[in-house]
């Protein structure tokens, strides 16, 4: 289905998804409260990374993290910090045009890319 999207970008308020239950406006599955969903997939996946790092902490292990903010640190941005603090064969590259900053800690072995990052992608896609 095409939308018709305003001027502003927005999607009119009629499109938004209800929850069937109590009526109110659905949400995106954000780690911000107690709402959030941690199915059965989920809990696979999560078991899925938890094993790729175990098994591969002592090969050179490259983290590429996207555009990572401060909504849930502790998710992604805090344990690539960490990771490639404890283990000398870890990199890090961070792509994020507001909060690309690097603990002094980590910046021998990490990049940061404050740059557009699809014009990053583009330039490396030519490679």
């Given amino acids: 289905m095409l939308?018709?999207?305003d001027k502003d970008l927005k999607i009119p308020t009629s499109l938004v998804p209800k929850c069937p239950v109590c009526g109110a406006?659905?949400?995106v599955n954000l780690r911000?409260?107690?709402t959030f969903v941690e199915d059965d997939n989920w809990q696979l996946l999560?078991?899925?990374y938890n094993d790729f790092i175990k098994n591969n902490r002592d090969k050179k292990v490259l983290l590429?993290?996207?555009g990572v903010g401060f909504n849930t640190p502790s998710i992604i941005r805090f344990p690539f910090e960490r990771m490639t603090y404890i283990h000398d064969n870890f990199k890090?590259?961070?792509?994020n045009n507001k909060y690309?900053?690097?603990p002094k800690e980590i910046k021998n072995k990490s990049i940061s890319v404050s740059d557009n990052i699809n014009e990053v992608l583009d330039l490396i896609q030519k490679l």
Avoid: A, S, V
């Fill in 3 to 5: 939308i018709n999207i």
């Fill in 64 to 66: 590429l993290e996207f």
């Fill in 100 to 102: 690309y900053n690097l």
């Fill in 46 to 48: 999560q078991n899925r």
């Fill in 25 to 27: 406006k659905m949400e």
């Fill in 92 to 95: 890090l590259i961070r792509f």
């Fill in 32 to 34: 911000c409260d107690d």
